[in-house]
């Protein structure tokens, strides 16, 4: 899946905690370094019932990058590298890259609702987790994004939404769903909930996946730690991956 991210995060301060859809301030860059590692012994078949599949494991390396351009524009980037087998067959090369522009189209103190338009170059991984490795290649994205911050009980909060859709070469086009809500229960700490659906346009039968994953994140200064876990609860014609997920932010 596009790390769209679809889930980076602009700071960790002591002010109000921002989110993927608040452009970053201009001249600042944030990059974030992400291990992912994801098991399927299990699938969703065509009625969304689990049944056994042959094991599968895949692993990526990626460095997301987002720099603020000017008060409204961000840039944002991705590249990376990536193995993986299963009983048939192994990969290893480069990851998906990615390179977008995100446009804050209204923001206050309080929220912001931003466009991204960006595209991709699939890698030699799994650039869709219904597809073999390998399978595609050029990806058109545009993206909504609404993230608002609050006070609840005296903690920092805020929630991020995410609607897109891409166009794919040699996969299905894909509607995708992300939405994240982000606590703070401390200065240094965040706690992080985020949902990532989509569906891809298949005929007769569409692949259809909703992967949860839950995260906390320790500021240091400028530099944070992210350890999570990531899993399918839900999903057709794809397999249930459920995974590691570790990461460093370093804000410049």
Not at 29 to 34: G, L, V, Y
Not at 124 to 134: I, K, M, Q, S, T
Not at 201 to 221: H, I, T
Request: net charge positive; glycine share 10%.
């Amino acid at each position: 899946m596009v790390l769209a991210i679809a889930a980076a995060f602009s700071c960790l301060t002591a002010s109000v905690t921002r989110a993927g859809a608040w452009p970053m301030a201009p001249g600042r860059t944030q990059a974030i370094t992400k291990y992912e590692r994801s098991d399927a012994k299990q699938g969703y078949g065509p009625d969304a019932v689990l049944v056994d599949i042959d094991p599968r494991r895949d692993e990526s390396l990626s460095v997301f990058v987002e720099h603020g351009l000017t008060p409204r524009l961000t840039l944002q980037a991705k590249a990376g590298v990536t193995r993986g087998h299963d009983r048939w067959a192994g990969y290893s090369g480069r990851g998906p890259i990615e390179l977008g522009l995100r446009w804050a189209a209204h923001r206050d103190d309080r929220s912001s609702l931003a466009l991204y338009v960006g595209a991709g170059e699939a890698g030699a991984g799994r650039n869709a987790g219904y597809a073999a490795p390998g399978q595609g290649s050029l990806d058109l994205e545009a993206r909504v994004l609404y993230g608002r911050s609050a006070a609840w009980k005296g903690r920092e909060v805020f929630v991020d939404l995410e609607a897109a859709r891409l166009r794919r070469q040699g996969l299905a086009d894909e509607t995708r769903i992300d939405a994240t809500l982000g606590v703070r229960p401390a200065k240094n700490w965040l706690i992080l909930a985020q949902t990532y659906a989509g569906q891809a346009d298949r005929n007769p039968v569409r692949s259809r996946w909703v992967k949860s994953e839950l995260s906390v994140v320790r500021a240091f200064g400028d530099w944070s730690i992210q350890a999570g876990w990531r899993d399918t609860p839900l999903g057709r014609e794809t397999s249930r991956d459920r995974g590691l997920v570790l990461a460093v932010w370093r804000k410049l």
